[in-house]
């Protein structure tokens, strides 16, 4: 259990608008030192600039988290700047939709790149520096959050490609928490999985690098991202709340951090589904009118 967050340092990917930004913020009056590392260079100076000025000790990198050689620089500039992490969250993602089908191999190379590549870059390069802190030190303790998302405990339809990168991340962490347990006790883990919370995510085409070009969208895209706006713009938790209850959780040893606890009930079924061999249960069964506007939409 880790209650004392002070003079701690925490490297946060995604770090310049949702959870990460609303993490490093929760940081900064804790009295840590963050290094916010985001690949929107204009959305980085202005979040550190404001981090500075709550009185953190910033250290700002414009890192692409699916650039292997990239985040083990950033390793490199934690080091030489504050020594071993105590807090990692892998939180950097994209969100794309569409039939699953359609979604092109520069889609797959983006979101794989970014959501799962990401994460374990992140876990490769720093899980180590902590275990050699934590070695040297029996007071040192430590903790990685992996951001995953609800989409990495069910499988949503017209959104495959990114639930795909999420479910992996969930099993990421999942096996980092048993990996980290067989060596220690001092660096804990948890997996973050929001539904739709207002964050900047829909918007991620802003940040789609040039050798991943996007194609036109499809009708099934289009209608995938009017659905994923509407969703995320009016979800009643808000970001900040969520990084309050991951902050809460790592205090706590939490491994599973929900947004929406009352979502796991989509979960169960989905269990009951796989325990029993039935056939996938109707996503839209709750709610059969979104499912009739979909499919109408789609077929139209």
Known sequence: MITDFKNKTAVLTGAASGFGLECARIGARLGMNLVLAD???DALDKAAAEI?????????VKVDVSKAAEVEALGQAV?????APHFVFNNAGVGAGGLIWENTVQ????VIGVN?????HGVRVFTPMMLEAAGKDPAYQGHIVNTASMAGLLNAPNMGIYGASKHAVVSISETLYQDLALVTTQVGS?????????TGITQSERNRPANTPATKP????LIGQAMSDKAVGSGKVSAAEVAQKVFDAIAANQFYIYSHPKAIATVQTRMEDIMLARN??????HKPELGVELRRALRG
């Open 39 to 41: 690949v929107q260079q």
């Open 52 to 60: 500075q000025a709550l009185g953190a000790p910033v250290l700002a």
């Open 79 to 83: 080091l030489a700047r504050f020594g």
């Open 107 to 110: 889609d797959w190379e983006w």
């Open 116 to 120: 799962l590549m990401g994460v374990a």
């Open 190 to 198: 948890s997996v973050l999985c929001p539904f739709f919370v207002p």
């Open 218 to 221: 499809t009708r099934s895209q």
């Open 280 to 285: 996938p249960t109707d996503p839209f069964a």
